[in-house]
């Protein structure tokens, strides 16, 4: 990375952890300079590529300010934030939730039509894993094979951008799931749902798939308001 990257970077994680909130003037460029020991033109350079993701917007004659995060443009960035932000957070849970529901109904339609045995034999043994770790009460072993069982309907999509598109959402994801997870009851509700979404793909029934899909995406947000964001 250059110097300007480098700074933009420790610029973007004091933003993320604080130091620098939304609505906020940066320091100015001379005290940014002195402060991270680098010239003036590393620090415009720096402003200019948070700039560029609409991290921060420059006022003439006043300075250089942080946008909020929902103005932000750039995706890395802004997981960042989320994933920096209290989960009590109902925006960013209940917003990873509808992103989720737009693709994954989709994908498990797909899946229905193209899924093979080879997929179907997966989905059983991860479910397997799911209802083993409901039994032993093993949240990490409960998460590791849901977010797997997910993953492995997106593959079967047979269409290869769509477990790419959630990529970059693997630590919201794994937090997220670590953080529901650990209810009991959360757990039971999902293993339903995991098991009529199997079933779905067994039949190569889209509309049952989509409903199924539909209905777990409906459940895990009920499961967190009651569950997780009423508690906080």
Do not use: C
């Amino acid at each position: 990375m250059s110097l300007s990257d480098q700074l933009a970077e420790r610029l973007l994680s004091a933003i993320i952890d604080g130091t620098h909130a939304p609505g906020s003037a940066l320091p100015p460029e001379g005290e940014l300079a002195e402060q991270y020991v680098v010239s003036r033109l590393t620090v415009r350079e720096a402003i200019k590529a948070l700039r560029v993701q609409n991290i921060v917007r420059i006022q003439r004659g006043r300075g250089t300010y942080v946008n909020p995060p929902a103005q932000w443009t750039a995706l890395d960035p802004l997981i960042r934030a989320a994933a920096a932000t209290p989960r009590s957070s109902a925006a960013i849970s209940e917003s990873l939730i509808e992103a989720r529901r737009l693709i994954e109904v989709g994908a498990v339609e797909l899946a229905t039509g193209k899924r093979t045995d080879d997929d179907l034999a997966q989905l059983r043994s991860l479910l397997q894993d799911m209802r083993d770790a409901v039994d032993t009460d093993d949240v990490e072993l409960f998460v590791e094979a849901d977010i797997a069982f997910h993953d492995a309907i997106m593959r079967a999509s047979g269409n290869a951008f769509i477990p790419l598109m959630f990529e970059p959402f693997g630590r919201l994801l794994v937090e997220g799931r670590r953080e529901t997870s650990a209810v009991p009851e959360i757990r039971a509700n999902a293993l339903a749902h995991h098991t009529k979404i199997l079933r779905a793909l067994e039949a190569a029934d889209p509309a049952l798939a989509r409903q199924a899909m539909a209905d777990h995406m409906a459940q895990t947000a009920d499961d967190l308001r009651t569950h997780v964001l009423s508690d906080n």
